[in-house]
């Protein structure tokens, strides 16, 4: 009786272990966001990593070249991929700057404060991935750019919209240390087979 007892137990053992192990058996699609993730230190403005199922590289040059503009006080790039309605809000209405020169130098300057050195970014993880309108600030964003469009509601005439969230990577020019800034959200749309990004 203890010999069939014993002899169960091992086997019941044995299934346990192979359905552990065929549930661990996923394909990549199945996989969540950060389980592939790439890394591109030469192709755009900016050094990038994300995970290359959920975003496609135009997307991402999209995003390198918003924040290289940033960093490197570029309105002409910034104003290549700044969403138009988004930049024009912020010039005009909420800042009261003159151009879009003022607006790209005021960011630069902005980030500058916020590290008290000036710098260069040498990576950009985005940590996170969402293609959710109806929560968080994807949400509020759009909500907000359809209440400042003056014809129908921006949020019907882009093909798509994402929430990102960034890691920022730097380094202090002088040479005396790096940083990191976390929890940085940009938002990405798609108008007219064309990105856009805001922040």
């Known amino acids: 009786m203890k010999k069939l007892l014993c002899l169960l137990l091992a086997c019941l053992m044995l299934t346990g272990c192979a359905t552990q192990k065929q549930k661990m058996n996923y394909t990549e699609e199945e996989l969540p966001y950060g389980a592939t993730m790439k890394s591109d230190k030469n192709s755009y403005t900016v050094p990038m990593t994300w995970d290359r199922r959920f975003l496609e590289p135009e997307q991402i040059s999209a995003v390198a070249d918003y924040l290289g503009a940033i ?25 009261d700057y003159q151009n879009t020169e003022a607006l790209v130098n005021a960011l630069h300057e902005g980030l500058l404060g916020q590290l008290a050195e000036d710098f260069q970014i040498d990576m950009i993880l985005v940590d996170a991935f969402s293609d959710d309108r109806n929560s968080g600030g994807l949400q509020a964003m759009l909500k907000l750019l359809d209440g400042i469009s003056e014809e129908k509601p921006f949020s019907e005439t882009i093909q798509n919209a994402w929430s990102l969230n960034l890691e920022w990577e730097f380094s202090y020019n002088n040479g005396e240390g790096s940083g990191r800034t976390e929890n940085q959200y940009l938002y990405l749309f798609q108008v007219d087979d064309k990105y856009y990004c805001c922040m």
Do not use: G, M, R
């Open 71 to 95: 960093e490197k006080n570029d309105a002409e790039l910034y104003q290549s991929v700044a969403l138009p309605l988004y930049t024009e809000y912020q010039v005009n209405e909420v800042y």
